[in-house]
Each structure stands twice: as structure tokens, then as C-alpha cells.
Nanobody, 125 residues
Framework: QVQLVESGGGSVQPGESLRLSCVVS????????IGWFRQAPGKEREGVSC????????YYSDAMKGRFTISRDNAKNTVYLQINNLKPEDTAVYSC??????????????????WGQGTQVIVPS
């Protein structure tokens, strides 16, 4: 049974950092690509980053480049999303997901079938 469980969210001040975790079960992490997405209040879900399983290549949405870093620890079945210099516009529910493919594709939400429950990040203005 495929499961993804996120953690690490919280309420932080602007300029601080967070590391989100996504623990997967039901399959070896090195089998499939994992994507991170976020959904802000009143907005559509958007892709943040994705990491392939085959070559470990990471991708970032243009708006996320520079402050976001995705990494994976296959031994711990965990994918991380490091977010630095947090801004109020980063306030959202962050979720990880897999499309049961080795490759990220276009890391659009509708391509991904399995999702975690999400973890809330709040950055007050």
C-alpha cells in the first residue's frame, strides 16, 4: 500500500527556514520520482519541486529556484524540502506525491496519483 506522510511544517517568522520531510512506504524510495506541491488559501495547487529516482536529477518551478532545495535519503525512505528565507507568500499546505514513475514528468498535480495529507506552513506578514 502506497503511503506518503509529510511533517515539518509550522508557523515561522519571515526570513527563517524549514525542512519538510516526506516519508514513503509501500515501495522503495529509489523506485519512483517524488514531487512536492503546495496550495495556498484560495489558490490552485502548484508544483514546487521534484526529484527523479533514476538519475536523482532535481527540478524546480521557476518561482521556487534559489530558496528551495529538494533531496532524498533512500536509506530512510524520505524526501526533504528545505525552504530558506521564508516569505509570507510561502504560506500554504505542502504535500508530497508520486506518479509511480521513475521520472518527474511535468510535475503537474493532475499527473500524480498518490498524495500525502500535507503539512501546513504559515509565515505571517
Amino acid at each position: 500500500q502506497v503511503q506518503l506522510v509529510e511533517s515539518g511544517g509550522g508557523s515561522v517568522q519571515p526570513g527563517e527556514s524549514l525542512r519538510l520531510s516526506c516519508v514513503v512506504s509501500g515501495f522503495p524510495l529509489d523506485s519512483y520520482a517524488i514531487g512536492w506541491f503546495r496550495q495556498a488559501p484560495g489558490k490552485e495547487r502548484e508544483g514546487v519541486s521534484c526529484v527523479n529516482s533514476g538519475n536523482g536529477m532535481a527540478y524546480y518551478s521557476d518561482a521556487m529556484k534559489g530558496r528551495f532545495t529538494i533531496s532524498r535519503d533512500n536509506a530512510k525512505n524520505t524526501v526533504y524540502l528545505q525552504i530558506n528565507n521564508l516569505k509570507p507568500e510561502d504560506t500554504a499546505v505542502y504535500s508530497c506525491a508520486t506518479r509511480l514513475s521513475r521520472w518527474c514528468g511535468h510535475y503537474k498535480a493532475n499527473e500524480y496519483a498518490y498524495w500525502g495529507q500535507g503539512t501546513q506552513v504559515i509565515v505571517p506578514s
